[in-house]
């Protein structure tokens, strides 16, 4: 719009005509605005907004543009009598007041004023007075125009010349606004705070006359949080503000921040200002007066304004006001919820927190650590509100007292015989759900009232324990233990600790609590979405463990009766047993299960004969339905698999229906022994605690005189199913029974008349014949299998026989291409078993012919390892000559031809003097590295820790074998009657020599050692026969 058209407007008296247009629009009562003089009380109720329009915004933009192009060079608006007084004509500027509250293009308004207003200070304060006017006279709802208005009215600070200063005429009087309308008061001024430094000082001036007015003193909530709010947005931080603005609750104090120099200075103003209200804050808990939730505000800014450590020093000198204001006027009123007592507390935790200068303040205060324990709690677990109240409360008030506790010994002893933290225990502990942090914070405390130190008292050791007899007690006698087996276990962890825990424990009906939180256990682990449980199954076993190992010693060496104790306090025994079992699969972590064998075990040893009926039947069925199942039973993620990373504890899997299944069959396993070390490992110990669980039932049967069929036929069900891993229990088991006196040797008969026992044989035979490196499982056969090796070579050996002529050649041939000393060891171990086979075959069935190819095979074997033990002998006499000529170590490390020295190894006794056991096996062909000789065999956690000892030095230094050796092991089978020339000549001969020398070391290697022993008897045996068959043929001529 140009210059001309302008003038044109404001001759035409445009002004004039669009106010009235406007004006004539809007019902009387609307523009109706009372003045100063009327009554103050009267607020005005304005009918419906029907007769706004969107054009109006435009006519304001216009008007504002039409006066103030009306100024001249003198500063003046040349507007006529007429157009002025339609804008600001009137009582109370109608005008003006009008399209304000219609809230019409307020930003075209402002300008409109400020060009109104230009050297015209007057006029401007009349327009703030209309303003503050209608902020009184109308509702909250019809408000907002007008404080958006004064905000834009302050922001143009130094703004044009000649504009009047807004924001002082503003702040002049605004405090008697704030009386109308508060909140809204309140608010606007925390949003001017940070852009307005007129406003920001104006507050912090004069802080101290509207703080305790609006933030303590006022009913309304909504103004007392506002004035927190503003209070807040005084400190020179845009984190600082908006962090408060997001704090959820209570409990979540602010976290320490860098601020400026200038925020600190302000918040520490504003937070000393809080501490002096303490003093004052006593006229607001009157219930009656001032309700619950009066200091609500106040007490949230305290603890959110303590942001250091030095927030928390401040708070020294005012400490006497918190306590006169908690006690008794907040701590004894019977209120359920008292937000007042909720707000000063969770105050009180925060100032104590990481500073025990507070916390001092309590302890060496007689009268407050003797009456701070008096506080009214209501524990109505019914009442959602109560509820949420002590979620929020109780934290913070144990949570002081645990802080207490942690600063002074003699307040620990002294809450520690206080009725009310018995009751906290009885009331708050069992309901995790409602009150998990609260419940924490008194295990907390109960923790420490149960510590002694080394310089404690008789007295004080006797407090202590008093204390656990007393709240063990309590427990035992009002806990349920299926719903509260999460409190059970925590009580349980934290005051049993001593033998005499545990007896009061168990004659407190403590085990039947037990077994009725771990069945509530054991049916939420099978729930498919708790498996968060698993750790508390563990905890729970931990704590059941010794109790029921100290009632076994304790049974036997000092008190017979206590086992009709427990059969007649007990009765559900069984029925954790058989649970156990249960537990035992493949869908179980390995923690849980070592703790299920841990108690099965004390309980095999506490109760055997009951838990042997119970067990063992059990244990039967399964194997049996594993066997005639084809092994179709599914396995889970903790079954070891090659490759494969452990599942963790939260994995969601589950059996379908809680089952045993440590069951393994020869199809289950996915490599050999000794391919692979991680997989060895990883089904070791998977299987091995069963495998021990299993010979401790043995050892208490025939301790009880009672090993009867069903348990040896178990025995030798496992020992089939652990042939795949070597297992040694049940061979040095048996082993023992027959060196033992006091065993009755008809167990022996029925065993070798088992069926699993000749499959056990047959498969170490056949399949697992490097087994027999290890000494037990080597002394086992040679006194067992000549009492069934009839069964076994049942087609005169010949299968046996066949496979094991297969195996020698196949090895023969891998020791030639051996690179590495673990080559050399692996390969010996092989050839090592399979000889020691060779020799129990020909033990009980002499050998009718000399197979050529058998005898080839031998002794190019026993020439290469007698190579290679002549090197280890000469570089041992090297050794000791260098010695005796005064040669370092180092320079033997220096030496030109340098060895791969192999690690330590366990020992391997040689072989007996005579080739073989006769046929009754009283003679061994080996000895075992620690035998205990004739004696009655005792099922102690010493004999099972000892028989852990015998495993296998093959199961502890195989090796992955390499895909040449996987190759030629599975090499055709040639017969034994043939006469097949060998393959290789002298010239493979002695480059085979020459990598076997490589190979040697002064220590040389026991196995290949019990190698050159094994040919050098079968060898013994061929010129036995051949003598023999001579002697026959001279006879018949």
């Known amino acids: 719009m140009g210059e001309e058209e302008r003038c044109f407007l404001r001759q035409a008296a445009a002004i004039t005509t669009l106010v009235n247009f406007y004006m004539g629009h809007k019902p009387h009562d609307d523009i109706d605005i009372l003045s100063d003089e009327e009554d103050d009380e009267e607020v005005l109720c304005l009918t419906e907004d029907k007769y706004k329009r969107p054009s109006f915004e435009k006519m304001i933009a216009l008007i504002a543009l039409l006066v103030e192009n009306a100024r001249g060079d003198d500063h003046h608006l040349h507007l006529t009598d007429q157009d002025m007084s339609s804008i600001v004509g009137g009582k109370n500027f109608p005008f003006l007041f009008g399209q304000i509250r219609d809230g019409i293009n307020i930003r075209a308004t402002c300008n409109l004023i400020f060009s109104l207003c230009r050297w015209n200070e007057r006029l401007a304060q009349a327009i703030i007075q209309m303003l503050f ?15 958006k208005l004064m905000a834009m009215l302050v922001e143009f600070v130094g703004g044009p010349p000649g504009l009047p200063p807004f924001t ?51 009913g309304n909530g909504r103004v007392r949080n506002a004035a927190a709010c503003l209070l807040v947005s005084l400190v020179p931080s845009s984190h600082f503000r908006q962090a408060y603005r997001s704090a959820k609750s209570l409990l979540s104090p602010h976290k320490e921040t860098s601020l400026s120099k200038d925020a600190w200075t302000v918040l520490r103003k504003i937070y000393a200002l809080l501490l002096q209200l303490l003093s004052k804050a006593k006229l607001y808990v009157d219930i009656s007066t001032s309700g619950t939730t009066q200091l609500m505000a106040y007490f949230a800014l305290l603890t959110y304004c303590v942001v250091s450590k030095q927030e928390k020093l401040m708070f020294h000198s005012h400490f006497n006001d918190l306590w006169q204001l908690f006690q008794p006027k907040l701590s004894e009123p019977s209120i359920a919820t008292n937000h007042n007592k909720q707000a000063l507390l969770v105050f009180w935790y925060q100032v104590c927190t990481d500073c025990p200068e507070n916390v001092q303040l309590i302890t060496d205060n007689t009268s407050v650590a003797k009456n701070i324990a008096f506080n009214y709690i209501l524990a109505d677990h019914d009442d959602q509100e ?21 600063h002074s010994v003699a307040f620990t002893r002294q809450l520690a015989q206080h009725q009310n933290i018995q009751w906290a225990f009885k009331n708050i502990t069992p309901h995790l759900s409602h009150y998990a942090a609260a419940a924490d914070e008194l295990f907390r405390m109960m923790t420490l009232m149960c510590i002694t130190y080394p310089d404690s008292t008789e007295e004080e050791l006797k407090s202590v324990n008093q204390f ?25 962890k934290i005051l049993i600790e001593t033998n005499e825990d545990r007896l009061f424990v168990v004659y407190h009906q403590g085990l039947h609590m037990i077994s009725e939180a771990f069945y509530m256990l054991h049916v939420m682990f099978h729930e498919a979405t708790a498996c968060h449980v698993t750790q508390d199954i563990v905890d729970l076993l931990s704590v059941l463990c010794p109790i029921l190992k100290l009632t076994r010693n304790h049974s036997e060496k000092t008190d017979p009766d206590m086992k009709a104790f427990l059969r007649s306090n007990w009765k559900d025994r069984m029925d954790l047993v058989r649970k156990l079992l249960t537990l035992l699969n493949s869908y179980t972590p390995s923690d849980v299960r070592l703790c299920v064998f841990d108690v099965l075990k004390e309980m095999v040893l506490l109760f055997q004969s009951e838990t042997l009926q119970t067990i063992v039947p059990l244990l039967i069925r399964a194997h049996m339905d594993f066997q005639e199942n084809s092994f179709s039973v599914s396995t889970g993620p903790y079954f070891p698999r090659r490759g494969h990373k452990p599942f963790t504890s939260k994995s969601n899997i589950h059996p379908p229906r809680p089952q045993f299944q440590m069951l393994l069959h020869s199809n289950q396993v996915e490599a050999i022994r000794g391919m692979d070390e991680a997989y060895d490992s990883a089904l070791t110990d998977f299987f091995t605690p069963y495998h021990r669980l299993v010979d401790l039932m043995c050892r208490v049967a025939i301790n009880q005189e009672n090993l009867n069929k069903q348990i040896i036929g178990l025995s030798a069900m496992v020992a089939y199913e652990g042939v795949p891993l070597h297992s040694p229990y049940f061979a040095k088991l048996w082993y023992e029974i027959y060196q033992s006196e006091n065993v009755d040797k008809k167990c022996i008969g029925i065993l070798c008349q088992s069926s699993h026992f000749i499959d056990y044989v047959d498969a170490v035979l056949l399949d697992e014949r490097q087994s027999l490196n290890n000494p037990c499982i080597y002394q086992f056969f040679c006194n067992y299998f000549p009492k069934v090796h009839q069964q076994i070579l049942s087609d005169q050996g010949r299968t046996v026989f066949d496979s094991l002529l297969a195996s020698l050649e196949s090895e023969r041939l891998s020791l030639e291409s051996v690179q590495t000393q673990r080559d050399l060891q692996h390969m010996a171990q092989y050839l090592n078993g399979d000889l020691r086979a060779l020799r129990l075959i020909f033990s009980v069935q002499a050998p009718k012919f000399i197979n050529k190819l058998l005898k080839e095979t031998l002794e190019h074997v026993y020439d290469m390892c007698k190579e290679y033990q002549n090197e280890c002998a000469k570089l041992r006499k090297e050794e000791q000559s260098d010695k005796k000529e005064g040669h370092t170590d180092q320079d033997m490390e220096n030496r030109p031809e340098t060895v791969e020295t192999p690690a330590k190894k366990r020992k391997i006794h040689t072989e007996h003097s005579k080739p073989y056991p006769d046929g009754e096996g009283k003679e061994n062909a080996d000895k075992l590295d620690s035998q205990e000789g004739k004696g009655k065999l005792t099922a102690t956690v010493a004999t ?67 190698v050159v022993k094994n040919i050098e008897c079968i060898f013994t045996i061929f010129e036995k026969e051949q003598e023999s068959d001579t002697g026959s043929d001279t006879d018949k001529e």
């Open 944 to 1010: 099972e820790d000892n028989t852990a000892q015998s495993r296998t030095a093959s199961g502890d230094h195989n090796k992955q074998r390499t895909s040449q050796e996987e190759q030629s092991r599975q090499s055709t089978v040639p017969k034994c009657t043939s006469e097949q020339p060998r393959s290789s000549g002298d010239e493979t001969k002695k480059h085979t020599q020459a990598a076997l020398k490589k190979k040697a070391t002064s220590r040389g290697n026991p196995v290949v050692d019990s």
């Open 168 to 218: 002082q005429c503003i702040l002049e009087k605004f405090w008697d606004v704030a009386e109308y309308a508060p909140q809204q008061c309140l608010e606007w001024l925390s949003v001017q705070v940070p852009r307005n430094n007129i406003v920001h000082a104006w507050l912090l001036q004069g802080i101290e006359g509207w703080v305790e007015h609006y933030l303590l003193a006022h």
């Open 133 to 147: 006017s209608g902020i009184m006279k109308l509702s909250s709802e019809y408000t907002q125009p007008f404080f």
């Open 386 to 406: 109560v509820i949420l109240y002590n979620r929020c409360m109780l934290p913070a008030y144990y949570g002081l007292l645990r802080m207490c506790c942690q």
């Open 468 to 492: 656990k007899r007393v709240t063990l007690q309590l427990y035992l006698d009002n806990l349920d233990s299926r719903s509260g087996w999460q409190t059970l276990i925590t009580v349980f």
